[in-house]
T-cell receptor, first 116, second 112 residues
Framework: AQSVAQPEDQVNVAEGNPLTVKCTYS??????LFWYVQYPNRGLQFLLK??????LVKGSYGFEAEFNKSQTSFHLKKPSALVSDSALYFC??????????????FGAGTRLAVHP | NAGVTQTPKFQVLKTGQSMTLQCAQD?????MYWYRQDPGMGLRLIYY???????DKGEVPNGYNVSRLNKREFSLRLESAAPSQTSVYFC???????????FGSGTRLTVV
């Protein structure tokens, strides 16, 4: 079955430190991978995606993600965390068995808390 | 600004009442989706639509119906609301080329 896992419910980081939010996936064929962020009482906003090409993908707000095919991972990273990065982060993968659709399968989400 | 518009933003219903959540996008996207978000459960797909006149069930369709009125609009109807339908509902549309979603700002529904 196709799936996405975010193994950490919450990640705590001190401001200025690097952060990593983990994501692993299981799909058939080539994965199309996404990261979204949700700020309180808001909809989800697109951060970045991997379709093909370089394994290191750069996105909005200084975030980047590294695609690792052998480990089936797509971890979200940022070199220096800001308090304003505190939010709920979702990893998603395209469902390759969606019969002509390209619907996404979402992980359960990871809450990032950046402390001053 | 281009995007996905959801109405209403908040709603309180009594058990057994009905209501329709509205969603409209102005990006000329073909695919549209309805999700619900519950604590600890992430996003669960309710229904989706590839184009006008086409709809399909997602992971949790029971208790819901949808209408793809035209390319822009995709509505979600609760015929007889139940407390288990208390949730935040998100509509999303999807571009044909990049596969990513654009989400609306959500509808927070409480059923008492």
């Amino acid at each position: 079955a196709q799936s996405v896992a975010q193994p950490e419910d919450q990640v705590n980081v001190a401001e200025g430190n690097p952060l990593t939010v983990k994501c692993t996936y299981s799909v058939s064929g080539n994965p199309y991978l996404f990261w979204y962020v949700q700020y309180p009482n808001r909809g989800l906003q697109f951060l970045l995606k991997y379709i093909t090409g370089d394994n290191l993908v750069k996105g909005s707000y200084g975030f980047e993600a590294e695609f690792n095919k052998s480990q089936t991972s797509f971890h979200l990273k940022k070199p220096s965390a800001l308090v304003s990065d505190s939010a709920l982060y979702f990893c998603a993968v395209r469902d390759s068995f969606s019969g002509g659709y390209n619907k996404l399968i979402f992980g359960a989400g990871t809450r990032l808390a950046v402390h001053p | 600004n281009a995007g996905v518009t959801q109405t209403p933003k908040f709603q309180v219903l009594k058990t057994g009442q009905s209501m329709t959540l509205q969603c409209a996008q102005d990006m000329n996207h073909n695919s549209m989706y309805w999700y619900r978000q519950d604590p600890g459960m992430g996003l669960r797909l309710i229904y989706y639509s590839a184009s006008e006149g086409t709809t399909d069930k997602g992971e949790v369709p029971n208790g819901y119906n949808v209408s793809r009125l035209n390319k822009r609009e995709f509505s979600l109807r609760l015929e007889s609301a139940a407390p288990s339908q208390t949730s935040v509902y998100f509509c999303a549309s999807q571009g044909d080329r990049d596969y990513g979603y654009t989400f609306g700002s959500g509808t927070r529904l409480t059923v008492v």
